[in-house]
């Protein structure tokens, strides 16, 4: 029970926590407000302590450049100075 002020009151009751998504960290909570069926995403503090993240890009490295996967570039098609344009 949370007393929010006087006379009003939240009835609160914790029913279940779903899986954490470990690309974002978060979990569904399952409650009840006073009486009614809820659930709403939290983001898990303590699993994002325990979760490895590796950054997409470099910070304060010019020309870093982010990817979802790890690789390797092995070859540029353009020089310093080319125009390129957007298909």
């Known amino acids: 029970m949370v007393e929010i002020e006087k006379g009003k009151t939240l009835h609160i009751k914790l029913l279940a926590m779903g899986e954490l998504n470990k690309k974002t960290g978060e979990r569904e909570v399952f409650f009840e407000l006073n009486g009614q069926l809820r659930s709403l995403l939290i983001k ?8 490895h993240v590796a950054p997409k890009a470099q910070k304060g490295v010019k020309g870093s450049v982010g990817a979802p996967m790890l690789g390797e570039v092995i070859d540029v098609k353009v020089k310093k100075r080319d125009k390129v344009k957007k298909r």
């Open 44 to 51: 898990d503090k303590q699993a994002l302590k325990e979760m």
